[in-house]
C-alpha cells in the first residue's frame, strides 16, 4: 500500500512570498498524483492532478507541482501567495488502476495580509 | 448545479448510540466514498461503493456500516462499535467505477460524548 509524507505541518508567510510545499510518496509502481485543497468553511476540491506526461503540472489559481519520480516527490508551488490563499492543503496519490485514494495529513497555510 | 450533499453538518450524539450520516450525489456518479479526517491524521477511507448494491471496506471499517441501494445515495452508519467516532466526515463521488475521488461534500462533524 502506498503512503504519503508532507514535510510541514503549517507554514506562515507573508503575502507575495513564494510557496513551496512538500510531498513525498511510498509506492514502487505507477502513480496518479493529485493536491487538494480545502478553504476555511469549504468543502475539499482539486487544485491540481498528475497521471502521466509532462511533469510539471499547472492547477488553477497559479498553482504548479512538479513530480519527480527518482525523489518520489510531487511539491506544490505557487510563486507569489495572496491571503485568499489560507488553507489547509493535501497531497493524494493512488497506484494507478487503483480506486483508493491515500492522502497526506495536510500542511496548513496562513497567509499574512 | 451538481454535487454531494451531506447532511446534518453538525451532529451530537451520546456514546452507545447508533447515527447515520447522510450523503447525496446528483452528479451521475457511480462510486461514492467515505472518508474519516481526524487533524494530523489526513483523511482516511472508510468504506466504498462503486455500483450499486455493492460496498467494500477501506482502511477503517471497524465500527461503521453503509449501504448502497440507489446510485444516488451511500448513508453511513456509525456504530456503538467504534471506539472514538467523534470527528469529522466526507463524503467524496467520482464519475466511473476505478476512477479516484475527485468531487467532495462539505462534511459532517460528529461529536460523540
Known amino acids: 500500500a502506498q503512503s504519503v509524507s508532507q514535510h510541514n505541518h503549517h507554514v506562515i508567510l507573508s503575502e507575495a512570498a513564494s510557496l513551496e510545499l512538500g510531498c513525498n510518496y511510498s509506492?514502487?509502481?505507477?502513480?496518479?498524483l493529485f493536491w487538494y485543497v480545502q478553504y476555511p468553511g469549504q468543502h475539499l476540491q482539486l487544485l491540481l492532478k498528475?497521471?502521466?506526461?509532462?511533469?510539471l503540472v499547472k492547477g488553477i489559481k497559479g498553482f504548479e507541482a512538479e513530480f519527480i519520480k527518482s525523489k518520489f516527490s510531487f511539491n506544490l508551488r505557487k510563486p507569489s501567495v495572496q491571503w485568499s490563499d489560507t488553507a489547509e492543503y493535501f497531497c493524494?496519490?493512488?497506484?494507478?488502476?487503483?480506486?483508493?485514494?491515500?492522502f497526506g495529513a495536510g500542511t496548513t497555510v496562513t497567509v499574512r495580509a | 448545479d451538481g454535487g454531494i450533499t451531506q447532511s446534518p453538518k453538525y451532529l451530537f450524539r451520546k456514546e452507545g448510540q447508533n447515527v447515520t450520516l447522510s450523503c447525496e450525489q446528483n452528479?451521475?456518479?457511480?462510486?461514492m466514498y467515505w472518508y474519516r479526517q481526524d487533524p494530523g491524521q489526513g483523511l482516511r477511507l472508510i468504506y466504498y461503493?462503486?455500483?450499486?448494491?455493492?460496498?467494500q471496506k477501506g482502511d477503517i471499517a471497524e465500527g461503521y456500516s453503509v449501504s448502497r441501494e440507489k446510485k444516488e445515495s451511500f448513508p453511513l452508519t456509525v456504530t456503538s462499535a467504534q471506539k472514538n467516532p467523534t470527528a469529522f466526515y466526507l463524503c467524496?463521488?467520482?464519475?466511473?467505477?476505478?476512477?479516484?475521488?475527485?468531487?467532495f461534500g462539505n462534511g459532517t462533524r460528529l461529536t460523540v460524548t
Open positions: 461503493s462503486q455500483i450499486v448494491n455493492d460496498f
Open positions: 452528479l451521475n456518479h457511480d462510486a
Open positions: 467524496a463521488s467520482s464519475p466511473r467505477q476505478g476512477e479516484t475521488p475527485l468531487h
Open positions: 493524494a496519490v493512488n497506484a494507478q488502476g487503483d480506486y483508493k485514494l491515500s
Open positions: 498528475y497521471f502521466s506526461g509532462d511533469p
Open positions: 509506492y514502487g509502481g505507477t502513480v496518479n
